[in-house]
């Protein structure tokens, strides 16, 4: 058997791009929150639910859909932090208490979102047509990933390193105490970032389910990588996010050829994710933040 | 008769789910581990026990190695994850068991991928499906009651308040010389071993496994019974298995007499997520509060002072 090389790297990347939009929220609200938020699954559903109404019910196309699903899934995140883990947080819950209530959160999500939408399957239409660029097989909406994922780096970047609020997310998340101390307004900090990395989570939602399909359960399917992306970045670590979501969609797109050859299921895909975060927790359990001590 | 069997099922179903929330009453009520992944062990018990009893081996070795490789299992997974806090524990608890569900799932040969694979039961049907589950419950019980006792004296002993300590202060707990890794993990074993246990009584009862028995939701379920009952209450736990099986009955029931616009499995899942918020955050110590600590040593106290009270009114 011979394996297309190129068309394995090209992969990576498209899966890398699709990690970091999904997982840069995750670890931005675990940095400055403290817990992981397991309901960001389902930030990533509604987003695909919300994209799909706006680009094919409405046939607004997929720009549009890209800013309406940002928009309101940011809302929603908003939302859940003003009326459940703000209140929990208040009252001294445990991180444990956390988790178990975003898992709640998620089950109530993703049954609503099943409830009203159906448990069917939805389907966007092709946006343009594959074509072959070398020994390359390209979609359109692959270039449209990759595009959303550089501009999502860099205006992450720029917004972290050079603006007040960047600055303050980036203070808050590494001592709390101190960020209050010199002023800086805590809880619009944490609510911002709910909203950034709510509304990030949608953006992956609509291309995981262009690429696939729109199901209640989009997000749930890719939780797995997406914290293995936040772990071994460094929790809250958007530059180690970066590193990690490539490397992530490297290895898995290697393994992919790998369980092919040894005659294997390729469903194991999602194993891969799953070794890398235990071999991250054994070797260096705060990821490859070392690397990036500035973020 | 459709009614006593109905209540039957119901009975065998708190026995084995009651078997489960103690076992994650144990990890999380007393020594506060957050084990996301209490399906993962309730699978190796019930797979182990249907894979074994095709080969003819009989039922109490069945259930033995069920229990006994959920707790082998149990130790590797959380090694890693027991130094450090307590969220990555509960992550890599839960990949494990999404994991083990994809595993039975692709690999058909070992046990029928998603159709699943039928299971020998322990008693023979003799012509009466009470008679049946009249036998299962006997079985359930028996094995509810030994975990009951074991978990109450392990809670009620000197381990089960270095349990607590550790719980409450890793940090003052390690300063008296108490490890917390490896306490943490002989509870991780022993819940598990517990889960795998009841793991195989399930597959039993029900005469087949399926890898969607196995849903991340059967963990949320335990979670709701234990967070409902009252976390570091056994009788807790086991009033939760039973409220929360009874909620769950009583839906399906009310779906035949009451119209729903929307699908009755949803309604459930979401009135679940809403009960467990609600609890969180207004009776966040469940419907029994935590058992106070009983020794001598307490008990002289407090009769000491009762006697200087009464010596003083008089």
Known sequence: ?295 | MGASLYILDLVVYIGIFGIVALSLNLEFGFTGLANFGKVAFFLIGAYTYALLSQMGVPFYLCLITGASLAAIFGLLVSLPALRLRADYLAIAVLAFGEILRLIVKSEKWLAGGDWGTPVNPIFPYTGSYIIYRLENIGLVFLCLIICFLVVQLLANSPYGRVLRAIREDEVAAEALGKSKAKYKAQVFMLGSAMAGLAGGLYAQYLQYVLPGMFMPMVTFTVWIMVLLGGPANNWGALLGAALVQIFARGTNIAKDYIALPIDLNDLQYILFGVLIILMLLFRPQGLLKESTIKTKALKLVRNGRRAIKNKGSQ
Not at chain 1, 24 to 32: A, D, H, P, S
């Open chain 1, 1 to 295: 058997m011979t394996v297309n090389w190129a068309q394995v790297f090209f992969n990576s990347a498209i899966t890398g791009s699709l990690y970091l939009i999904g997982a840069v929220g995750l670890t931005l609200i675990y940095g400055l929150s403290r817990f992981p938020n397991f309901a960001h699954a389902e930030f990533i559903a509604l987003g695909a639910y919300i994209g799909y109404s706006v680009a094919e019910q409405a046939g607004l196309g997929l720009p549009l859909a890209l800013v309406v699903a940002f928009l309101i899934t940011g809302i929603v995140g908003v939302l859940c932090y003003r009326g459940i883990f703000q209140p929990l947080a208040k009252r001294g819950a445990s991180i444990i208490h956390l988790m178990v209530a975003s898992i709640a959160l998620g089950f109530v999500l993703r049954h609503s979102i099943g409830a009203v939408c159906t448990w069917k399957p939805l389907y966007f239409t092709a946006i343009g047509s594959a074509f072959d660029f070398g020994p390359l097989r390209i979609t359109h909406l692959w270039l449209w990933l990759i595009f959303a994922a550089l501009v999502l780096s860099l205006t992450m970047h720029c917004l972290l390193m050079y603006t007040k609020i960047g600055k303050a997310i980036r203070a808050t998340s590494s001592n709390p105490e101190l960020a209050l101390a010199s002023g800086i307004n805590v809880d619009r900090v944490i609510w911002i970032t709910w909203f950034i990395g709510a509304g990030l989570a949608a953006i992956a939602g609509i291309f995981l389910g262009a690429d696939t399909a729109v199901v209640p359960l989009t997000g749930w399917n890719i939780i797995l990588p997406i914290f293995a992306v936040a772990i071994l970045g460094g929790i809250g670590n958007f530059y180690g996010a970066i590193a990690a979501a490539f490397i992530i969609g490297l290895v898995e797109n290697l393994g992919v050829v790998g369980l092919v050859a040894l005659g294997l299921s390729t469903t194991y895909r999602i194993g891969i994710a799953f070794l890398i975060l235990i071999i991250t927790l054994i070797i260096k359990p705060q990821g490859l933040a070392m690397l990036f001590r500035r973020a």
